[in-house]
């Protein structure tokens, strides 16, 4: 990142992305970007990361997301959670969800401390000479020409720069000043209720799981987290305040009937108020909202950060494409369409789980929990709780894909399943999305694709930041001609039960399909593909010498 020269003595910098706010989902985008060889000027009005309690829960698509990202297994503290249990001072337990097991190689559900996560976040960011991250910055002022970003930055003192960037990402929380700036309405409600939440160390005998029990007169959820940790959340009453209720002695007394509560060690403790809202719109002009800025999720789904996350991956590759000028600008409409439909799905199924965990009065409870109680004597009615069914899948309505009638394997706007796979290179067993790497991927599943389609057409594809693949069962592999190389499927069965061989999908970097289809229209798919993203001369007039910052290849680790 270097300042141009200027007469004046304010900085001037130019960038390609302009990203306001580092909280863990500016910092998973910004490593993205990073990934995909993006210029980042990435900044955060404050010095440190907040400590306090907030997001607590990630599920599969999230860690999946944030493998995408470039975090390795291990890398930060998780806790399985094997399932969430919903307890009645009238009915005991009266429903469940069963989130044991594993999803496109991630657990179900876990928990987290967030805190670590924003550390490792911001460490990572380091690794990429097109990021640079300033702390104590905040975004004064912003103006969108039709071409450009041009903003004003201040510090604490009010030293000021300049910035001229190609796009700005809004991930500045809830107040988002990016948001109101762009006069978007934050549309929805913000609940009466405040929480206390308390994080504790050192609590004899912990739980396993997450736990809500919903008794109208106090709903308290409790959970096991990382580190030693358990986490209560409390419900205050009407004329409780948050200072009266955050006293030491008010949580002892709150957390008495669930464990001694002289003994444990209280890490910290903070009241907030849930919302749920959205923004009007996620993007304007050459402005973008993701995280909070664009949505806020009451808690009950643990889908606030999930929900983040989901922006994150769908936003950065399209910027990428588009900057580098291997997309053309629509392309970028596209997030708004895909993204903002499911989030309020999620937002919804949010609301109906609250429903269940604070209801109202005694009345609403016998009514609601007896009724759900009633339903689990049903099978049907019984798994469609208990294995999440009622989750919104995160499949698109519209968006940047097609689909063609009848033939539908995938289903295109949906996430290619991710599993264990051998690459022909060599090496350990990796997951699919590891060996795939960060770009377009169109994959013959059980077919060579080589002869299919013309040698021309496979160029504009690389070009384009694709690559082709022959995904196949070891009894299958055989010697492929380049450019396609080959991937052995460990996993036998994930496959062949959602598609036959000789199907071909083209997939996005963010993992959505794009198409499929069999492979005697493989050469169809891949010139419409092409046609769908085709850069725009206006697009790549908008450019100036940049340095080649090349994508991130894969890691692939036994």
Same mark, same amino acid.
């Given at each position: 990142?270097?300042?141009?020269?200027?007469?004046?003595?304010?900085?001037?910098?130019?960038?390609?992305?302009?990203?306001?706010?580092?909280?863990?989902?500016?910092?998973?985008?910004?490593?993205?970007?990073?990934?995909?060889?993006?210029?980042?000027?990435?900044?955060?009005?404050?010095?440190?990361? !907040?400590?306090? =309690?907030?997001?607590?829960? &990630?599920?599969? #698509?999230? @860690?999946?997301?944030?493998?995408?990202?470039? +975090? /390795?297994?291990?890398?930060?503290?998780?806790?399985?959670?094997?399932?969430?249990?919903?307890?009645?001072?009238?009915?005991?337990?009266?429903?469940?969800?069963?989130?044991?097991?594993?999803?496109?190689?991630?657990?179900?559900?876990?928990? !987290?401390?967030? =805190?670590?996560?924003?550390? &490792?976040?911001? #460490?990572? @960011?380091?690794?990429?000479?097109?990021?640079? +991250? /300033?702390?104590?910055?905040?975004?004064?002022?912003?103006?969108?020409?039709?071409?450009?970003?041009?903003?004003?930055?201040?510090?604490?003192?009010?030293?000021?720069?300049?910035?001229?960037?190609?796009?700005?990402?809004?991930?500045?929380?809830?107040?988002?000043?990016?948001?109101?700036? &762009?006069?978007?309405?934050?549309?929805?409600?913000?609940?009466?209720?405040?929480?206390?939440?308390?994080?504790?160390?050192?609590?004899?005998?912990?739980?396993?799981?997450?736990?809500?029990?919903?008794?109208?007169?106090?709903?308290?959820?409790?959970?096991?987290?990382?580190?030693?940790?358990?986490?209560?959340?409390?419900?205050?009453?009407?004329?409780?305040?948050?200072?009266?209720?955050?006293?030491?002695?008010?949580?002892?007394?709150?957390?008495?009937?669930?464990?001694?509560?002289?003994?444990?060690?209280?890490?910290?403790?903070?009241?907030?108020?849930?919302?749920?809202?959205?923004?009007?719109?996620?993007?304007?002009?050459?402005?973008?909202?993701?995280?909070?800025?664009?949505?806020?999720?009451?808690?009950?789904?643990?889908?606030?950060?999930?929900?983040?996350?989901?922006?994150?991956?769908?936003?950065?590759?399209?910027?990428?494409?588009?900057?580098?000028?291997?997309?053309?600008?629509?392309?970028?409409?596209?997030?708004?369409?895909?993204?903002?439909?499911?989030?309020?799905?999620?937002?919804?199924?949010?609301?109906?789980?609250?429903?269940?965990?604070?209801?109202?009065?005694?009345?609403?409870?016998?009514?609601?929990?007896?009724?759900?109680?009633?339903?689990?004597?049903?099978?049907?009615?019984?798994?469609?709780?208990?294995?999440?069914?009622?989750?919104?899948?995160?499949?698109?309505?519209?968006?940047?894909?097609?689909?063609?009638?009848?033939?539908?394997?995938?289903?295109?706007?949906?996430?290619?399943?991710?599993?264990?796979?051998?690459?022909?290179?060599?090496?350990?067993?990796?997951?699919?999305?590891?060996?795939?790497?960060?770009?377009?991927?169109?994959?013959?599943?059980?077919?060579?694709?080589?002869?299919?389609?013309?040698?021309?057409?496979?160029?504009?594809?690389?070009?384009?930041?694709?690559?082709?693949?022959?995904?196949?069962?070891?009894?299958?592999?055989?010697?492929?001609?380049?450019?396609?190389?080959?991937?052995?499927?460990?996993?036998?069965?994930?496959?062949?039960?959602?598609?036959?061989?000789?199907?071909?999908?083209?997939?996005?970097?963010?993992?959505?399909?794009?198409?499929?289809?069999?492979?005697?229209?493989?050469?169809?798919?891949?010139?419409?593909?092409?046609?769908?993203?085709?850069?725009?001369?206006?697009?790549?007039?908008?450019?100036?010498?940049?340095?080649?910052?090349?994508?991130?290849?894969?890691?692939?680790?036994?």
């Amino acid at each position: 990142m270097n300042a141009t020269s200027s007469h004046h003595t304010v900085p001037r910098l130019d960038t390609d992305i302009l990203l306001v706010g580092l909280g863990p989902v500016g910092a998973a985008l910004a490593n993205l970007l990073g990934r995909y060889g993006v210029r980042v000027l990435a900044i955060d009005k404050a010095t440190t990361i !907040f400590e306090k =309690p907030r997001a607590i829960a &990630l599920d599969n #698509e999230a @860690l999946r997301i944030l493998q995408l990202a470039g +975090v /390795r297994d291990g890398e930060f503290e998780t806790v399985a959670i094997p399932q969430v249990q919903y307890r009645s001072p009238l009915f005991g337990r009266f429903a469940r969800i069963n989130s044991a097991g594993i999803i496109d190689g991630h657990p179900a559900l876990v928990t !987290f401390y967030q =805190p670590e996560l924003e550390r &490792l976040l911001r #460490e990572k @960011l380091a690794q990429y000479p097109g990021v640079e +991250v /300033r702390l104590g910055i905040e975004l004064a002022t912003f103006a969108d020409d039709g071409r450009f970003i041009k903003a004003r930055l201040e510090d604490a003192v009010g030293n000021e720069t300049h910035v001229r960037a190609r796009y700005l990402v809004g991930t500045d929380g809830a107040n988002s000043l990016v948001r109101r700036t &762009l006069g978007l309405d934050f549309e929805g409600r913000s609940f009466h209720q405040d929480w206390l939440i308390v994080d504790a160390l050192d609590v004899p005998d912990p739980i396993d799981h997450v736990e809500f029990t919903c008794d109208p007169l106090r709903p308290s959820p409790r959970m096991v987290a990382p580190g030693g940790r358990q986490r209560w959340e409390f419900m205050l009453r009407p004329g409780e305040s948050p200072e009266e209720m955050e006293r030491p002695e008010s949580v002892r007394r709150l957390l008495a009937p669930w464990c001694d509560s002289q003994r444990i060690r209280i890490e910290r403790t903070a009241v907030y108020r849930f919302h749920a809202r959205e923004a009007k719109r996620f993007s304007e002009g050459r402005c973008f909202l993701a995280g909070d800025a664009a949505h806020i999720t009451p808690p009950f789904a643990g889908q606030g950060l999930v929900a983040g996350l989901r922006d994150a991956a769908n936003l950065a590759w399209k910027l990428a494409w588009v900057v580098q000028g291997r997309a053309n600008e629509r392309v970028l409409d596209s997030y708004d369409t895909e993204r903002r439909p499911h989030a309020r799905k999620i937002i919804r199924l949010a609301r109906m789980l609250g429903a269940i965990v604070m209801p109202q009065n005694r009345g609403a409870a016998f009514a609601v929990h007896g009724l759900m109680s009633l339903l689990r004597l049903v099978p049907a009615a019984r798994a469609l709780f208990e294995d999440m069914k009622v989750k919104p899948q995160n499949i698109f309505d519209q968006g940047l894909f097609w689909r063609v009638r009848g033939s539908e394997r995938l289903r295109a706007g949906t996430m290619l399943p991710q599993g264990w796979v051998r690459p022909a290179t060599g090496g350990g067993p990796v997951l699919s999305d590891d060996a795939l790497g960060l770009q377009w991927a169109m994959i013959g599943f059980g077919v060579d694709l080589s002869a299919r389609l013309p040698a021309e057409l496979l160029q504009c594809w690389q070009a384009a930041g694709g690559r082709v693949w022959q995904w196949c069962q070891r009894s299958q592999a055989q010697h492929l001609a380049p450019p396609v190389q080959r991937l052995e499927a460990l996993d036998e069965a994930l496959l062949p039960r959602r598609v036959p061989m000789g199907w071909v999908a083209i997939v996005r970097p963010d993992r959505c399909v794009l198409a499929e289809g069999p492979a005697s229209e493989a050469e169809t798919m891949l010139r419409r593909a092409l046609e769908l993203v085709a850069p725009s001369v206006s697009s790549a007039a908008a450019t100036w010498p940049t340095p080649a910052y090349p994508i991130q290849e894969a890691e692939h680790a036994a």
